[in-house]
């Protein structure tokens, strides 16, 4: 999910608050959108399932937790869209979920942190795309940023580890490796399209997005069977009311509150913790030089995206 090039969310009715005040408010809500995040890769391992169940578990009981909370905020209205916008929101929410489906099959491939900060090259993928399509402009530090970002890719996928022969780079690993970078791809096709809706909120996005999904799967689960009863239907519904539901809610609702700037910053939250968790549960830590790509890749992305708010 990124933020930065999501339609702005109201957020929820709110009392009076000091431009500081709302600032904090923005910063908890998106540290910890941002932490639950982190744990998508726990889930989608515990749950142990084809990466097709997952997700569709996901779009269906994210559909279930974001009705309810339109339903408790009283804002049914902003769900109904122009034929024009709902047609965009439904072609972006399909590459959403395919996006979702590669990095679900990246992880076990890879690891939660890798498969992460692969994805995370979406931004740059979305620049590349508007410079190419949309003829929109971009600064020598944006390019710079780019670069850094990609060298900062390579050795977080454990090139340097690989061509030293610290790490050996098997098939398994780089099938992985290119379905995170598909999923990448298919994340930044998602908010070109979304860009061109107008007066509708990402939150309204997510949940036109969730149905699509629902609506588009249902025939996996129809035809594979279902999870058998157990744990499984437990961390696949967490998927959706965690990481869909409420984590949508917490990230979009601080974006509402904050300046372009420190949002940028924020983001990248998702991906730093989705690292250490990725250390604590499962003890995978990187090496010393995929963690330095790592920086280089987040420091890449954080000036790129300041570059586009200051512009």
């Not at 917490?250 to 300046?259: M, N």
């Amino acid at each position: 999910m990124n933020s930065q090039n999501a339609p702005a969310f109201t957020g929820p009715p709110a009392f009076t608050a000091t431009r500081r005040e709302r600032e904090t408010q923005g910063q908890w809500l998106m540290v910890s959108g941002g932490l639950l995040l982190g744990t998508l890769g726990i889930f989608i391992e515990e749950a142990g399932q084809p990466a097709l169940t997952a997700v569709w578990f996901r779009c269906a009981f994210g559909l279930l937790a974001l009705t309810l909370w339109f339903a408790l905020s009283r804002r049914w209205g902003e769900l109904r869209l122009s034929r024009r916008d709902a047609a965009l929101a439904i072609s972006g929410g399909l590459f959403m979920v395919l996006s979702w489906t590669l990095f679900f099959e990246a992880v076990p491939r890879t690891s939660m942190s890798v498969a992460t900060l692969v994805v995370h090259v979406q931004p740059f993928l979305i620049m590349v795309a508007g410079t190419l399509w949309l003829g929109e402009h971009v600064s020598r530090r944006q390019w710079g940023a780019a670069l850094v970002a990609l060298l900062g890719l390579g050795l977080a996928t454990g090139g340097l580890d690989h061509a030293f022969g610290h790490q050996s780079a098997n098939a398994h690993y780089l099938q992985g490796l290119a379905l995170a970078l598909g999923a990448a791809l298919a994340y930044a096709v998602a908010p070109l399209l979304l860009r061109r809706a107008t007066g509708a909120s990402a939150l309204v996005m997510a949940w036109w997005q969730s149905v699509a999904g629902t609506v588009a799967l249902l025939w996996w689960p129809l035809t594979q069977g279902w999870p058998a009863p157990g744990p499984a239907w437990g961390w696949l519904a967490g998927m959706g009311v965690v990481h869909t539901g409420l984590a949508y809610v917490l990230v979009y609702g601080g974006v509402a509150r904050l300046s372009a700037g420190r949002m940028a910053v924020l983001q990248f939250v998702y991906p730093a913790s989705a690292v250490a968790f990725d250390a604590l549960v499962y003890g995978r830590t990187l090496s010393a030089s995929q963690l330095a790509g790592g920086a280089l890749l987040l420091t890449g992305l954080l000036v790129a995206a300041r570059e586009r708010a200051r512009a």
